[in-house]
């Protein structure tokens, strides 16, 4: 098996997604096309949709519309626009007090079912009114999956349950991205926690601004947020302008977690099949095993991928995180399958991030 690499951790003080896309032009550009082609139907699909959804981000009048613009026109080929609002990832996230006593960690299991797409992984420093962000990405999206910012929180989004329409899996999604088509002011949940990360003093004022039921969800969405207090951590509920907000000081241990469904018993939805592997598992069943798992590893020392299991690892798995804002310490994890090692994927890059 290959060495282990360094994740590249990419300064771009305030210049945003294009400062880190033009630090990695190459890098980004070798992502897009490993995206594209990790499914057959993708480079077709990637052509019909950056058309639509660059409209789309248009009506919104989007405020990250002229990044994705300026990176689409840089890397001369489709697909910047559509991979910068596709909505395809399962994950396993949970927040409790760090075992060591000082802070709270976040532990984020990021799936992906764009194959190949780990070894890209980079770290972006960003500088915002409130001190640096370091932002788990990719170059040329420009939105925010995982990040920290030190003194201040540490934040994941886990994508929501299906919501049902008129039933098959197939119709629902496609019905859904018409509907999506059909919003207005209505914005990405990765634009969101940006603009959370970028503006929000404190663990309090994070959860504020994801609480504002003003800003609606283009899709349903679950953030976790963990602070720099025992008792701050959270995992939102976010259905366009709804939001349920479960606190981690209501749980046993102060530990949070929280897969691909609903933590509220009462919403609809359908849990995401996307982390099902091998296993012959349901659903929801998968989840809760999941959800189960990422929580009990808060109970001692965190190593990373090595101490991770199926389901939580899976084929789909490209990023491994745990971040303690308190401390300004992140573990970076990128995964990817290596040929002739079986279908999960290996650690082929990893950053170890100690914000002085």
Same mark, same amino acid.
């Given at each position: 098996?290959?060495?282990?690499?360094?994740?590249?951790?990419?300064?771009?003080?305030?210049? *945003?997604?294009?400062?880190?896309?033009?630090?990695?032009?190459?890098?980004?550009?070798?992502?897009?096309?490993?995206?594209?082609?990790?499914?057959?139907?993708?480079?077709?699909?990637?052509?019909?949709?950056?058309?639509?959804?660059?409209?789309?981000?248009?009506?919104?009048?989007?405020?990250?519309?002229?990044?994705?613009?300026?990176?689409? /026109?840089?890397?001369?080929?489709?697909?910047?626009?559509?991979?910068?609002?596709?909505?395809?990832?399962?994950?396993?996230?949970?927040?409790?007090?760090?075992?060591?006593?000082?802070?709270?960690?976040?532990?984020?299991?990021?799936?992906?079912?764009?194959? *190949?797409? *780990?070894?890209?992984?980079?770290?972006?420093?960003?500088?915002?009114?409130?001190?640096?962000?370091?932002?788990?990405?990719?170059?040329?999206?420009?939105?925010?999956?995982?990040?920290?910012?030190?003194?201040?929180?540490?934040?994941?989004?886990? /994508?929501?349950?299906?919501?049902?329409?008129?039933?098959?899996?197939?119709?629902?999604?496609?019905?859904?991205?018409?509907?999506?088509?059909?919003?207005?002011?209505?914005?990405?949940?990765?634009?969101?926690?940006?603009?959370?990360?970028?503006?929000?003093?404190?663990?309090?004022?994070?959860?504020?601004?994801?609480?504002?039921?003003?800003?609606?969800?283009?899709?349903?969405?679950?953030?976790?947020?963990? *602070?720099?207090?025992?008792?701050?951590?959270?995992?939102?509920?976010?259905?366009?302008?709804?939001?349920?907000?479960?606190?981690?000081?209501?749980?046993?241990?102060?530990?949070?977690?929280?897969?691909?469904?609903?933590?509220?018993?009462?919403?609809?939805?359908?849990?995401?099949?996307?982390?099902?592997?091998?296993?012959?598992?349901?659903?929801?069943?998968?989840?809760?095993?999941?959800?189960?798992?990422?929580?009990?590893? /808060?109970?001692?020392?965190?190593?990373?991928?090595?101490?991770?299991?199926?389901?939580?690892?899976?084929?789909?798995?490209?990023?491994?995180?745990?971040?303690?804002?308190?401390?300004?310490?992140?573990?970076?994890?990128?995964?990817?399958?290596?040929?002739?090692?079986?279908?999960?994927?290996?650690?082929?890059?990893?950053?170890?991030?100690?914000?002085?």
């Amino acid at each position: 098996m290959a060495d282990i690499a360094e994740i590249p951790l990419v300064e771009v003080g305030r210049g *945003g997604a294009i400062a880190l896309f033009e630090a990695q032009a190459e890098r980004a550009a070798a992502l897009v096309d490993t995206a594209l082609s990790s499914h057959a139907l993708l480079p077709l699909a990637a052509r019909l949709a950056d058309r639509v959804s660059r409209r789309w981000l248009e009506r919104q009048r989007n405020p990250y519309r002229d990044e994705i613009a300026h990176i689409a /026109q840089r890397l001369s080929r489709r697909g910047a626009y559509f991979l910068n609002i596709v909505y395809e990832w399962a994950c396993s996230t949970s927040a409790a007090p760090d075992p060591d006593g000082n802070g709270v960690r976040l532990i984020r299991v990021l799936d992906w079912g764009l194959t *190949g797409i *780990g070894r890209y992984v980079v770290v972006a420093r960003h500088q915002t009114t409130h001190g640096p962000l370091y932002n788990v990405t990719w170059p040329g999206f420009v939105g925010t999956l995982t990040a920290m910012a030190p003194g201040r929180f540490a934040a994941a989004i886990n /994508q929501a349950p299906r919501m049902p329409i008129l039933g098959p899996r197939w119709l629902d999604e496609a019905l859904s991205r018409v509907h999506l088509l059909s919003l207005s002011n209505a914005v990405p949940a990765a634009h969101l926690l940006r603009q959370v990360c970028e503006e929000a003093a404190d663990y309090q004022s994070a959860v504020a601004m994801l609480m504002d039921r003003s800003r609606s969800l283009a899709m349903p969405a679950l953030f976790c947020l963990s *602070g720099v207090k025992p008792t701050e951590s959270c995992v939102i509920e976010a259905i366009a302008r709804e939001r349920r907000l479960h606190r981690g000081a209501d749980r046993d241990n102060l530990t949070i977690g929280v897969a691909n469904d609903w933590l509220s018993s009462d919403l609809k939805g359908a849990p995401r099949p996307h982390a099902l592997d091998w296993e012959r598992m349901a659903p929801r069943e998968n989840n809760r095993v999941r959800r189960e798992a990422i929580c009990a590893l /808060q109970g001692g020392a965190f190593s990373g991928t090595r101490d991770l299991e199926a389901p939580v690892l899976n084929s789909h798995t490209v990023l491994v995180a745990a971040a303690n804002a308190a401390r300004g310490e992140m573990l970076v994890e990128a995964l990817d399958p290596v040929p002739g090692h079986g279908p999960v994927p290996h650690v082929v890059a990893r950053r170890i991030v100690q914000h002085q």
